[in-house]
């Protein structure tokens, strides 16, 4: 009996312990320093990517405040932060880009620069990166090595942020009585 009771309170104090270790884990986003940090990040990367002739070409006719803004929200809202991400799905965004592996390769070396020139500690990079990582699949079109490929003409980017509506006919029905 007493046996028993030993291992019904060591039971008792590991779930204790183990509640009170998965109360104290703060999520990615607070681990990466909150919103204003994950905003330097981002902004670093951008000027990393759009400076990189191994991938610019993807981004030449994409409205850089547009891609800003809505990387700031997708990595905010990917890391448990409390931005809302309302841009289109990685797939819509990329589909007839052309990306290929190399270049996808190459965007993931600029993320990496950018967070190691803020020190992001290494638990936290993996886990962002382990995070971002699984949307390759929705993003590359091409398996190949090559980087620095032209952005295909058919391709046509979303409007810059505030043009959404712009453009666009409305549609009047009319009332039509039998």
């Known amino acids: 009996m007493k046996t028993l009771k030993n291992v019904a309170l060591c039971l008792t104090l590991l ?3 183990s509640i009170s270790a998965l ?3 703060k999520s990615l986003y607070e681990r990466l320093g909150g919103k204003d940090a994950i905003s330097a990040v981002v902004d670093e990367f951008a000027k990393n990517v759009l400076g990189d002739a191994r991938i610019n070409k993807k981004f030449a006719k994409s409205d850089p405040q ?3 803004t809505n990387l700031k929200d997708f990595v905010c809202s990917a890391t448990g932060g409390p931005c809302q991400y309302n841009g289109l799905s990685m797939k819509e965004s990329h589909h007839r880009m052309g990306v290929t592996e ?3 390769n190459a965007l993931v ?3 990496v ?3 190691d020139k803020f020190n992001v500690p290494a638990k936290e990079k993996s886990d962002l990166l382990g995070a971002l990582g699984p949307l ?3 993003i590359v079109e091409v398996e190949s090595t090559a980087t620095g490929t032209e952005l295909p003409k058919k391709f046509k980017p979303a409007p810059p942020l505030g043009e959404e509506g ?3 006919k409305k549609s009047k029905k009319k009332d039509k009585k039998a």
């Open 66 to 68: 547009r891609l800003v």
């Open 15 to 17: 779930t204790a312990f």
């Open 23 to 25: 109360a104290q884990e």
């Open 109 to 111: 070396e600029d993320l």
């Open 136 to 138: 390759k699949p929705q």
């Open 166 to 168: 712009k453009g666009k």
């Open 102 to 104: 190399g270049e996808f």
């Open 113 to 115: 620069k950018a967070l």
